[in-house]
């Protein structure tokens, strides 16, 4: 069973305009920890915020955000004032127990100028 | 400080060779992971380390696949025999959890990658 869903293969967003990225997740476990990783076409996954699963205030790291909707089990990315650079492959993950992450299949953003 | 570097790079391989791929964490990282990614799919999880005792080794799709730390550092990921549904992009992570009075706080751990290698078999 897939545990971490992305239903968006790829978004356009216009320069300056905020996107949102959608991730819901699938877990019978009462701790998790969900993660967005971003992938530009260098190939290297960085780290951009953190959610877990007791925390009462959605996360928030500069210009991205996390819609933490625990009863719907869904961890959306907002990215505020998109840029160029943010055009890549973001990545939401799950931690199961035993710390491994468990990644959905991705979802190419495209900023267009 | 320095990230988690991984070599080489890129590795070409006939198919029926063994390889080697390193992986130098972030000083300090008590955890290490290997992970598999094929071309336009999510990482898969491969291995996991903490210092030198591999506590899980369940996502290696086979006995060709082997892993080893031996000094909680510098972590090896070894294929032996290649084959053509090796060729992917092998992902290595290190983590440590943030620390709250002086201890160690579960379940905190953020993993942060390598730049990855490439291995293409032919």
């Known amino acids: 069973a897939q545990k971490i869903t992305q239903t968006q293969p790829g978004m356009f967003v216009q320069e300056k305009e905020a996107v949102t990225l959608d991730c819901t997740y699938d877990t019978s476990d009462p701790s998790y920890g969900l993660f967005w990783y971003k992938q530009p076409s260098s190939g290297e996954m960085i780290f951009l915020i953190y959610q877990g699963s007791y925390d009462q205030q959605n996360a928030t790291e500069g210009r991205y955000s996390l819609n933490f909707q625990k009863a719907r089990k869904s961890a959306n990315l907002v990215i505020s004032a998109s840029q160029l650079g943010d055009s890549a492959m973001y990545f939401c993950a799950m931690r199961e127990p035993g710390n491994k992450l468990v990644f959905g299949a991705g979802t190419i953003l495209r900023v267009k100028s | 400080g320095a990230g988690v570097s991984q070599s080489p790079r890129y590795k070409v391989a006939k198919r029926g060779q063994d390889v080697a791929l390193r992986c130098d964490p972030i000083?300090?990282?008590?955890?290490l992971f290997w992970y598999q990614q094929a071309l336009g799919q999510g990482p898969e999880f491969l291995t996991y380390f903490q210092n030198e005792a591999q506590l899980d080794k369940s996502g290696l799709p086979s006995d060709r696949f082997f892993a080893e730390r031996p000094e909680g550092s510098v972590s090896t990921l070894k294929i032996q025999r290649t084959q053509q549904e090796d060729s992917a992009v092998y992902l290595c992570a290190s983590s440590v959890p943030a620390v709250s009075s002086g201890r160690a706080v579960p379940g905190t751990d953020t993993q942060y990658f390598g730049p990855g290698t490439r291995l293409t078999v032919l």
């Open positions: 000083s300090g990282h008590v955890s």
